[in-house]
């Protein structure tokens, strides 16, 4: 008879050696809350540019 535990994680082939990544998710957020920021920042600048130059 096997043993079939239910709580037991089984490793996941597609996500290779190291699947789970250990890194704190705040700072990629940040990050990608400072490169959008960064963007919509220039062209709302450049549109700027664009009106006072017209």
């Known amino acids: ?8 994680v089984t490793h996941n082939p597609f996500e290779g ?4 990544s250990m890194r704190n998710q ?19 600048i450049i549109a700027i540019i664009v009106e006072v130059a017209a």
């Not at 050696?17 to 789970?20: P, Q, T």
Request: hydrophobic share 55%; net charge negative.
């Open 1 to 8: 008879m096997s043993s079939h535990d239910e709580n037991v």
């Open 17 to 20: 050696k190291n699947g789970a």
């Open 26 to 44: 705040a700072i990629d957020a940040g990050i990608g809350f400072g490169v959008s920021f960064v963007f919509f920042a220039i062209m709302f």
